[in-house]
């Protein structure tokens, strides 16, 4: 198992398979939903990377963006965002960024953890 940094305890997560590895090319992104939440699940130098598929800026889906260097550029008004973080990389001290989820690899198996629901 292989567990990818991320700021979140990891045992805040459901973790739910979201694609197999050799369906993602290096460069590409995809979107996946998961449990009510519209993921963008992307491969960017060999890593994985998934965060909310909806720019933020008016709702565009990153995961048909352009991907470079760990990077997505937004299809409609070419705004930036990190892979890693979700920050807004053309100004990254925008408190503007994407939600990001943690990634395992089990297998041959990206597994893409979503907030576990809190009891009411
Ligand atoms: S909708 Fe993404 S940059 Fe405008």
Redesign the pocket.
């Known amino acids: 198992m292989n567990d990818q940094p991320n700021t979140a305890e990891h045992s805040d997560y459901d973790f739910h398979p979201a694609a197999k590895l050799d369906e993602l090319k290096d460069g590409q992104g995809t979107s996946v939903r998961i449990e009510g939440h519209v993921i963008g699940l992307f491969k960017s130098n060999n890593e994985h990377f998934a965060i909310s598929d909806f720019?933020?800026?008016?709702?565009?889906s990153?995961s048909g963006g352009y991907v470079e260097d760990g990077l997505v550029m937004?299809?409609?008004?070419?705004?930036k965002f990190r892979l890693n973080d979700g920050a807004w990389a053309d100004s990254p001290k925008s408190p503007l960024r994407c939600q990001t989820y943690p990634i395992r690899i089990v297998d041959d198996q990206i597994l893409v953890g979503v907030p576990k629901e809190q009891p009411k």
């Open positions: 720019c933020p800026h008016q709702g565009a990153l937004c299809p409609w008004h070419a705004w």
